[in-house]
Every structure is written in C-alpha cells, then in structure tokens.
T-cell receptor, first 113, second 110 residues
Framework: DGGITQSPKYLFRKEGQNVTLSCEQN?????MYWYRQDPGQGLRLIYY???????QKGDIAEGYSVSREKKESFPLTVTSAQKNPTAFYLC????????????FGEGSRLTVL | DAKTTQPNSMESNEEEPVHLPCNHS???????IHWYRQLPSQGPEYVIH???SNVNNRMASLAIAEDRKSSTLILHRATLRDAAVYYC???????????FGKGTLLTVNP
C-alpha cells in the first residue's frame, strides 16, 4: 500500500542528545514537509523540500536539520540546540506542493527528559 | 502567520449540517483554499480544496465567496466521527509552503 511512514512513533531522549526522526514515502511525491505540533496548538512548519537535494527553512527551523538525498526519504534531526524539543512531529508529502493534497504520516511523539 | 481566520470552536448536533467559516481577506488570485481535519494524536487528513468554484466530494462541500475573501466548509450531516479540529489553509505561489493555524475545534453532540 502507498503511504507515508514515520518512525519511531514514540521516542524518549535525555536533554542534550540529538535525535533523528525518520520519514519515508512510497507515493512518488516530489515535496515533503516537517511540522511540529504542541498541545492545543496548530501545526508549525519546520522545513520543507520541493525536490531531491534541496530544502528550505520553514517558520521554526532553529535547532533542527534535514536532508533530502532520496526522493522517498526526508529525515529530521532534532539537535541539542532546540530549546524545547518535546512535541508531536508530523511529516507530510505532496505531488503538487502548492495546489495539491498533503498526505500526512501518523506522527512521532518526542519527549525529552 | 496562517493568513486565515477561523473560530476557535463550534458545536453541532449529530445528523445536522455544519457550516465552518474561514476568512482569508488577503487572498491572492492564485491562492487555493484547503481544508484539513485532525483527530487527537493523528496526522491531519485532507478534506477538500478549491480555487474559485464551489467544490463537492464524498466528505464535504466547499463554498467559496464570490470575492474569495471567505469560504465555508459544509458537512451535510454531522456524525460523531466528524468531531475534530478543522484547519482552513490558503496556499499559492511557487514555494510549496502550507501554513496551518490553530483551526476550529468541532464538537458533535449525540
């Protein structure tokens, strides 16, 4: 089945550690996105990528890094520089970024102890 | 800056129609209007999108004002499974960027 897969679903880390969240899609989509959601809040865009080997900062990129070496994959690293990393992280993809439909993964919940 | 304005919450009764409003007064001519909904602890789900004309699909209808400064998502018969946060988003340009606001929390009463 085609879809977008995020892993892990739950992740606990100690403060000061980097952590990488995986996002893989087999929909042959060009664009991929990372969003962050805090309790009771909307989604805020961290990074997005329109094509392989290219990505742009979203609204809250500080403390995060990404790579887009393959069309199918868009991993997000939460670095120790991110001051408040505990959140729900959502990955999405789309075939036509600005007019088409976004497909979301099930999310990864990161808790920093 | 999501550039859309929605009520924080709305309430409806089961099997009644629901009209969820969205204001996007600064929308440009090439911006699309998208609606998504999100259940707790899940990723958002696409509902519908449109540009100028009203749109219908199996989930909902989208009514777009003639001046495109506002739109309304219509759920024709609300069910308990429609209880969710509904996001109205505008998108356009070439940067592929979609920005979500806080959305409207829809409560459906049995």
């Amino acid at each position: 089945d085609g879809g977008i897969t995020q892993s892990p679903k739950y992740l606990f880390r100690k403060e000061g550690q980097n952590v990488t969240l995986s996002c893989e899609q087999n929909l042959n989509h060009d664009a991929m996105y990372w969003y962050r959601q805090d309790p009771g809040q909307g989604l805020r865009l961290i990074y997005y990528s329109q094509i392989v080997n290219d990505f742009q900062k979203g609204d809250i990129a500080e403390g995060y890094s990404v790579s887009r070496e393959k069309k199918e994959s868009f991993p997000l690293t939460v670095t120790s520089a991110q001051k408040n990393p505990t959140a729900f992280y959502l990955c999405a993809s789309s075939i036509q970024g600005w007019s088409g439909e976004l497909f979301f993964g099930e999310g990864s919940r990161l808790t920093v102890l | 800056d999501a550039k859309t304005t929605q009520p924080n919450s709305m309430e409806s009764n089961e099997e009644e129609p629901v009209h969820l409003p969205c204001n996007h007064s600064t929308i440009s001519g090439t911006d699309y209007i998208h609606w998504y909904r999100q259940l707790p602890s899940q990723g958002p789900e696409y509902v519908i999108h449109g540009l100028t004309s009203n749109v219908n699909n199996r989930m909902a209808s989208l009514a777009i004002a003639e001046d495109r400064k506002s739109s309304t998502l219509i759920l024709h018969r609300a069910t308990l499974r429609d209880a969710a946060v509904y996001y109205c988003i505008r998108s356009g340009g070439s940067n592929y960027k979609l920005t979500f606001g806080k959305g409207t929390l829809l409560t459906v009463n049995p």
